[in-house]
């Protein structure tokens, strides 16, 4: 059997993890990481949406050729890519791009029939109604985790990692803002590196 894929969940909001779903963005060639139909299965389980019942109902109720299955995963793609390019202009204090948020709010309407407001122990929440062992079920989870982001403001506080072949997205909570990376024991670090080698070298030419 086949190790389920490991995500790094380093953007501090779960929207941001599922856009950085693509790994080295920077680079020529990135890396996809939902690959296939059982990547968004172990992306579930590992943020928690899904249980490990659910996830082994939907492995095996549904394989990765399947013609719903694979329909769902380009849907996933696509939220996820509008997702990414929405907060990293927003980010770059640019106006909010048409296209990303005519994809949002085209997949809000989509899975708004299957979510209901219910009274929670202090507000009221949105919940989900549908079948719980869902993958639409992840697509509103990372959906209401990005419309929080929005209508709270909170987005204003979104960097980009500095590493020009990372450019993973990442919620600055920091006092002062002044995060740079999405992670400094790796990005942060092989900046200091590349920065140590060029004093280096300089000192040595």
């Known amino acids: ?9 380093k953007g501090g909001a779960l929207c941001l993890d599922f856009a950085n779903t693509i790994d ?8 996809e990481l939902l690959g296939d139909y059982d990547d968004l299965i ?11 019942a659910n996830a082994h109902q939907l492995a095996g109720s549904a394989g990765s050729g399947n013609i719903e299955t694979r329909a769902l995963l380009a849907r996933a793609r696509t939220l996820r ?15 909010a791009p048409r296209d990303a948020l005519g994809v949002i709010q085209r997949e ?20 989900w109604s549908g079948p719980p062992a869902s993958l639409e079920r992840l697509l509103w989870a990372v959906l209401h ?10 987005y ?4 980009v990692c500095e590493s020009r072949t990372c450019r993973w997205l990442f919620l600055d909570t920091t006092r002062n803002h002044s995060r ?8 942060g670090n092989r900046a200091k590196a590349r920065r140590y080698y060029k004093r280096h070298r300089r000192n040595s030419g």
């Not at 963005?25 to 990135?30: A, I, S």
């Not at 890519?81 to 106006?95: C, E, I, N, P, S």
Request: aromatic share 10%; hydrophobic share 45%; glycine share 8%.
């Open 1 to 9: 059997m086949i190790p389920a894929r490991q995500f790094q969940l």
């Open 24 to 31: 080295d963005r920077g680079r020529p060639d990135p890396v």
């Open 42 to 52: 172990a992306f579930g389980r590992q943020t928690g949406i899904l249980t490990a």
């Open 81 to 95: 890519d509008a997702l990414y390019q929405l907060f990293a202009t927003l980010a770059a204090g640019k106006a």
């Open 108 to 127: 809000f309407a989509r899975l708004a029939p299957h979510v209901g407001l219910t009274t929670g122990a202090t507000r009221f929440i949105w919940q």
């Open 145 to 154: 985790s990005a419309l929080d982001l929005l209508t709270s403001g909170a």
């Open 156 to 159: 204003r506080h979104i960097s």
């Open 180 to 187: 740079r990376w999405c992670d400094m024991t790796v990005c």
